[in-house]
């Protein structure tokens, strides 16, 4: 989810961007701009479309380190995100600074929060990717999807200040036929500080309009919002898509060259996209780690016509006006082998999130309670419990794949659509002869629900219709 800055921090970056203002302005004004394709028919509406996706650690990742996975890692980046989640919807205000001025330049701050800069902590959303074409002729780049984020970015030359290592080369505006910079006057501009939670900047020397899209582990990029054409498929006709074009991406994204953005919002690849295809997409998340090297692929689908499956269960999407473009359900029940925990109904009255970005469910801590004790009778009777780790603190000794007797949870919402979980879904394996149950308690008053137990559904996001549904077993 999208956090702000410290404003020592955007101080510094917005300094040394605006050092090199003039050799990207120049970069910038050499690149030809014609034949954009734009859908101006509101009715045209192909056939979805469909593209792999991978786990950043999957068997078959091209994204994946060549360093051993580390579990300790993974739990840091999810609390990283979680906080940032939970800070957003606590609606804190950050600290402002004053407008930054060059002789050739000025670019106006946003109001930021107040968080340290940190490094080596990855991106949160980093989790699955899918490979997209960008401008005229098309170059692909393998992208992170984020439900949580709504302003798509990918990295640019000439990387005036920094750009991480990616496995795709880096994208060269110049080579592109299509692309343009958006003005600050433009519409799209003007809608970024709902989009990103910061304000745009203006480029005095070209005009153009500079975003700053910033996450709770304080990974950030700065660039110009910019505008070329997209294309998913070879086969498929391209689309106009706005996105930002980075010239200083700072955390640890892995390889990937950026972020597409899937939440509810108009600068979205979902907004941008559904007076063509719809407003509608679903995916299924492949099971994570390389560990699971029989697992089947995923995919994203973008259109209504994914929606089609008669499988589907679905529940209302709710809204929240502190965060319109995060996907909310009504989480009413939960249930191990079959019966229901025992806790209150009161108790899973907080915000509950869906989140492709985010790997362990959290859970109130009255819920988590009710659901560690209920799990824990029948897992304690066939198998040792084992230590904790970190804030995984329900774990058991033994494999995933030696456990036969797992009781199955399921997570019922409301209308009855439920994620009736399977022990990989429920059970995540830390190390050998060490298995935790994939949950955690949430110190603070929300639910999330994450893309762990996701993992293998088909889940289709209605958002026309303001519903969201989940089809089991749903990966290719």
């Given at each position: 989810m999208l956090q702000r800055l410290p404003s020592a921090v955007y101080k510094m970056r917005l300094f040394w961007f605006l050092v090199f203002s003039s050799y990207l302005a120049i970069a910038s004004s050499v690149v030809e701009v014609q034949g954009m394709y734009f859908d101006n028919d509101p009715g045209h509406k192909k056939e979805d479309m469909q593209l792999n996706l991978y786990h950043v650690k999957?068997?078959?990742?091209?994204?994946?380190?060549?360093?051993?996975?580390?579990?300790?890692?993974?739990?840091?980046?999810?609390?990283?995100?979680?906080?940032?989640?939970?800070?957003?919807?606590?609606?804190?205000?950050?600290?402002?600074?004053?407008?930054?001025?060059?002789?050739?330049?000025?670019?106006?701050?946003?109001?930021?929060?107040?968080?340290?800069?940190?490094s080596g902590l990855s991106l949160g959303s980093g989790n699955y990717y899918v490979k997209i074409g960008l401008g005229t002729p098309a170059k692909y780049f393998s992208v992170i999807v984020d439900t949580g984020s709504s302003l798509s970015w990918l990295q640019c030359q000439p990387c005036v200040i920094y750009c991480h290592q990616q496995v795709d080369p880096i994208f060269t505006p110049s080579t592109s036929k299509t692309y343009k910079t958006l003005p600050c006057s433009s519409s799209q501009c003007s809608s970024l500080k709902a989009s990103t939670l910061n304000a745009p900047g203006c480029s005095n020397a070209t005009g153009a309009c500079v975003y700053k899209a910033s996450y709770g582990d304080t990974s950030f990029s700065i660039g110009y919002l910019s505008q070329d054409v997209l294309t998913l498929t070879p086969s498929e006709t391209p689309s106009s898509f706005v996105y930002g074009c980075g010239q200083d991406n700072q955390g640890l994204f892995g390889?990937?060259?950026?972020?597409?953005?899937?939440?509810?919002?108009?600068?979205?690849?979902?907004?941008?996209?559904?007076?063509?295809?719809?407003?509608?997409?679903?995916?299924?998340?492949?099971?994570?780690?390389?560990?699971?090297?029989?697992?089947?692929?995923?995919?994203?689908?973008?259109?209504?016509?994914?929606?089609?499956?008669?499988?589907?269960?679905?529940?209302?999407?709710?809204?929240?006006?502190?965060?319109?473009?995060?996907?909310?359900?009504?989480?009413?029940?939960?249930?191990?082998?079959?019966?229901?925990?025992?806790?209150?109904?009161?108790?899973?009255?907080?915000?509950?999130?869906?989140?492709?970005?985010?790997?362990?469910?959290?859970?109130?801590?009255?819920?988590?309670?009710?659901?560690?004790?209920?799990?824990?009778?029948?897992?304690?009777?066939?198998?040792?419990?084992?230590?904790?780790?970190?804030?995984?603190?329900?774990?058991?000794?033994?494999?995933?794949?030696?456990?036969?007797?797992?009781?199955?949870?399921?997570?019922?919402?409301?209308?009855?659509?439920?994620?009736?979980?399977?022990?990989?879904?429920?059970?995540?394996?830390?190390?050998?002869?060490?298995?935790?149950?994939?949950?955690?308690?949430?110190?603070?008053?929300?639910?999330?629900?994450?893309?762990?137990q996701q993992q293998t559904f088909k889940v289709a996001y209605d958002v026309a219709n303001s519903k969201i549904g989940f089809a089991a077993r749903g990966c290719n």
């Open positions: 999957g068997h078959d990742s091209s994204l994946s380190s060549t360093s051993p996975f580390s579990f300790s890692e993974m739990i840091r980046n999810d609390e990283e995100r979680v906080r940032s989640l939970h800070s957003t919807l606590a609606n804190k205000e950050g600290v402002s600074y004053s407008a930054i001025t060059s002789s050739s330049d000025k670019l106006r701050g946003p109001n930021l929060v107040n968080t340290p800069l940190k390889k990937a060259a950026g972020i597409i953005g899937l939440a509810n919002d108009k600068l979205s690849m979902l907004g941008q996209l559904s007076n063509k295809y719809g407003n509608a997409f679903s995916y299924c998340l492949p099971t994570s780690f390389s560990q699971h090297s029989s697992s089947p692929s995923g995919f994203l689908s973008i259109g209504t016509s994914s929606l089609t499956s008669s499988t589907y269960k679905f529940t209302p999407l709710l809204k929240n006006p502190r965060i319109p473009s995060l996907y909310f359900l009504d989480l009413t029940t939960i249930t191990v082998a079959g019966k229901p925990i025992v806790v209150s109904a009161s108790s899973y009255n907080v915000p509950t999130i869906i989140d492709s970005g985010t790997v362990i469910t959290r859970l109130p801590e009255a819920v988590y309670n009710a659901l560690q004790k209920s799990f824990v009778t029948i897992m304690s009777k066939k198998y040792a419990q084992a230590p904790g780790f970190s804030i995984l603190d329900t774990c058991f000794k033994g494999s995933v794949k030696g456990m036969s007797t797992v009781p199955e949870i399921e997570m019922i919402f409301h209308g009855g659509a439920g994620l009736p979980l399977e022990p990989h879904n429920s059970l995540i394996e830390i190390e050998k002869d060490l298995t935790c149950l994939a949950f955690a308690r949430s110190s603070n008053p929300i639910s999330i629900i994450g893309n762990y």
